[in-house]
């Protein structure tokens, strides 16, 4: 990427007193992963263009502790969780963005009850608020009208949190058409990499969990298989790629299908 992205830390407001509107929390497939870069880069282009108040805790954020915690690995958990919340609380965040729902899910569902309360947002519903309220314009003449996408609903944004309609509003809004797979929303079927699976292979068995819910996609026959989820994104990437579809069928998150729409 050849420009600089400007994403002020926590700590450089602090040193000029002020206070973000958002706490954008990268999570560490968005800071580690190269492929999840992207989608941190798109989601803060397109804060960019919305004029968003934002910042990072950059070295100061840690893991949320989801892994550990679906792991089994409850002591690690809480050692996790309490560092990042002795820090959010001494930064007094209120209100915290992210693009990954295993973030979400522990920062909205786990984090209050060891003393972190936040209002947490997926990013897919902090766009939807943003264009709402005007502060966001899409172009009505996007490169992606009549597009086949289907959309893929990640575990810990739809099932645990219920959050269906955010994403799908905003490919809508793009002018795609969205095809739904027939599990979708509360049917949807995982990805294959929630509850730390991302990280070791799976057990023998007939069929690889990705392979089968890229099946799934397949089957809408799109050109664009859309996530909200970095751990979805690979895993459906690897599914499509299992399947040698990878030359006609894409895999992007809603944030970076907005950001090229818009040529940020």
């Known amino acids: 990427m050849s420009e600089k992205l400007k994403v002020p830390t926590?700590?450089?407001?602090?040193?000029?007193?002020?206070?973000?509107?958002?706490?954008?929390?990268?999570?560490?497939?968005?800071?580690?992963?190269d492929r999840a870069k992207k989608i941190s880069r798109a989601f803060v282009k397109v804060l960019h263009k919305a004029n968003v108040d934002f910042a990072v805790l950059g070295t100061e954020?840690?893991?949320?502790?989801?892994?550990?915690?679906?792991?089994?690995?409850?002591?690690l958990f809480q050692m996790q969780a309490m560092t990042n919340i002795e820090i959010l609380n001494a930064y007094e965040?209120?209100?915290i963005v992210t693009a990954c729902p295993h973030s979400y899910n522990t920062l909205k569902n786990e984090y209050p009850q060891l003393g972190g309360v936040y209002e947490v947002l997926h990013h897919t519903?902090?766009?939807?608020?943003?264009?709402?309220?005007?502060r966001l314009k899409l172009k009505s003449d996007s490169t992606l009208n009549g597009k086949r996408i289907t959309f893929h609903d990640p575990c810990y944004l739809g099932r645990a949190n219920e959050v269906y309609e955010a994403p799908r509003n905003l490919l809508k809004s793009l002018g795609v058409d969205l095809v739904e797979?027939?599990?979708?929303?509360?049917t949807a079927l995982c990805c294959g990499a929630g509850g730390a699976q991302m990280f070791k292979e799976p057990e023998k068995g007939d069929k690889d969990i990705n392979v089968l819910r890229t099946e799934d996609a397949l089957k809408?026959?799109?050109?664009?298989?859309?996530?909200g989820c970095p751990y979805c994104n690979t895993m459906m990437t690897d599914g499509v790629k299992a399947k040698e579809r990878e030359s006609d069928i894409k895999v992007f998150d809603i944030v970076e299908i907005i950001a090229n729409s818009e040529e940020l």
């Not at 954020?61 to 002591?75: I, L, Q, Y």
């Not at 902090?126 to 005007?134: C, D, K």
């Not at 809408?220 to 996530?227: D, E, L, M, V």
């Open 10 to 33: 926590m700590a450089e407001y602090m040193a000029e007193g002020k206070q973000p509107e958002i706490l954008f929390w990268v999570g560490s497939a968005g800071s580690y992963d």
């Open 61 to 75: 954020e840690s893991n949320t502790g989801d892994v550990a915690k679906r792991a089994g690995n409850e002591f």
């Open 93 to 95: 965040i209120k209100r």
């Open 125 to 134: 519903q902090f766009i939807e608020e943003l264009m709402s309220s005007g």
């Open 181 to 186: 797979m027939k599990r979708n929303r509360s």
């Open 220 to 227: 809408t026959n799109p050109s664009i298989i859309a996530t």
